[in-house]
């Protein structure tokens, strides 16, 4: 039934409901009262200067792997994308796939190489996390914040673990052939009916788009150039991400350190990484009160600026994201104009 779908965003909404009324319904409403909506505006200017840069990034990836597309194109795509990725459990990988069908539906069908450049996309994202994160465990160990230190530790040990599992899938071919058929004949043991008919489509796909895949991350790989861009853009854009949270707070007339703003996003980021729950509804704005609360800040102010951070960055996204699907679609209504997969031209000239 369509109704259960909305049931972990109604679950989250309640989780919501349940920090306020922990932190003091009166007190979080009286510090929301007087927030300045100057600093909220230049909060939401953070979010889209990091889904701008976040954009860029991807767009420098698809243009390595010889992708040709516009840049609206590619925008479009990142945003639908991460409405999928809030609206699906598990990794923020749901609206990986869906990005890639929107932006081939517009540049030709090239999925190997834009899953390549995807691919790319998230281990440049990790590796800024992985350095904050990495600093963020020591910095709670330095402040004394013991049960903070202990729970970075352990979501370091478990993203290292996933990313370290995923890089030796998709190392190899075959190994990654082994693992989509596997994965195939698993759901068609569940869904025969449905399943059973996209067999040999299936089958032609992966034997088809694996070869450009792999290429594709290779290319990647080598071109330095592109590696480097690309990185600056991921650093750049999680600058983004702790400026929007540290503008929240001044909103609220409230100075916090940076660096806890720092901590506390690492943390959200990797629960949400690791949640069952889509996009983490409810959990992550848990989570991160609760650490900001840890770090020294009061309660009610610690709920009030979580809530907020994931009004600009999760919850105005999802029904943004909701509107644009319904209203455009997946599938392009033209023909498109962004061009075709010009990867083997380019190979050709540059050989």
Known sequence: MEWKK??????????????VWWAGTEEVLTILSGASLTWLGAALLAYLGGIITWALRWHVLLEGVGVKARFRDTLAALFVGILFNNITPGARGGGEAIRAYYLAGRTGPSYGRIL??????????????????????????????????????????IIISLTG??????????????????????????????????????GQLVETNIPH?????????RDRKTFTVALGYSFLTWFFVLLRSYFIFISLSHRVSFTDVMVVQMIGTAVG?????????????AVTAGSFVLLGITREMAVTASILDRIISFWLPLVAGIIFVAKFGLK????????????DKSRGKNG
């Open 6 to 19: 909305a049931l972990p965003f109604l679950a989250g909404l309640a989780v919501i409901l349940a920090l």
């Open 273 to 285: 990484l690791i949640s069952i729950i889509p996009g983490g509804a409810g959990l992550i704005e």
């Open 213 to 221: 895949f792999a290429n594709g991350l290779r290319t990647i790989s």
């Open 332 to 343: 392009p209504k033209t023909a498109s104009l962004g061009g075709e997969d010009t990867s």
């Open 116 to 157: 390549a450049s995807i691919t790319a996309d998230r281990i440049l994202d990790l590796i800024p996390v992985m350095v904050m994160m990495l600093f963020s465990m020591f910095y709670a160990y330095w402040r004394g914040v013991y049960s903070l230190f202990t729970l970075l530790l352990l979501l370091n040990v």
């Open 165 to 202: 599992l995923a890089t030796v899938i998709i190392a190899s071919e075959s190994r990654m052939r082994k693992i989509l058929f596997g994965l195939f004949r698993l759901l068609a043991r569940i869904m025969p009916s449905r399943v059973l008919k996209y067999e040999e489509k299936f």
